[in-house]
């Protein structure tokens, strides 16, 4: 089993900063590879952001690109998110999710969630 546990939501202005953990246990963090997705208020649920177990390599939503970017600290059994120049449409529950390797969009191939973190951005 692998415990996630998302925090660094919040309230921030268009244009602000935020950065999310991801606290991991029960596993070596270092054996499993990390997502990122978010659902906005009456939309699925969608990808985000992902590393590999090695953090050299990451993937993006095209929307985020450029803005958020993805990393870990093996050290610390945490993965982040580090979210610049928000926008309104970010605004959503952000969750992190464990896989075996890889950088998939796909949800389905993460065996472990987090309960998710609000992320409200204010126009």
């Known amino acids: 089993q692998v415990h996630l546990v998302e925090s660094g939501g919040g309230l921030v202005q268009a244009g602000g900063s935020l950065r999310l953990s991801c606290a991991v246990s029960g596993r070596a963090f270092s054996n499993v590879a990390m997502g990122w997705f978010r659902r906005a208020p009456g939309k699925e649920r969608e990808f985000v952001a992902a590393?590999?177990?090695?953090?050299?390599?990451?993937n993006y939503a095209d929307s985020v690109k450029g803005r958020f970017t993805v990393s870990r600290d093996n050290a610390k059994n945490t993965g982040y998110l580090q979210m610049n120049s928000l926008k309104p449409e970010d605004t959503a529950v952000y969750y992190c999710?464990?896989?075996?390797?890889?950088?998939?969009?796909?949800?389905?191939?993460?065996?472990?969630w987090g309960q998710g973190t609000q992320v409200t951005v204010s126009s």
């Open positions: 999710a464990a896989q075996q390797y890889g950088t998939s969009t796909n949800e389905d191939v993460y065996d472990y």
């Open positions: 590393i590999t177990k090695s953090g050299r390599i990451t």
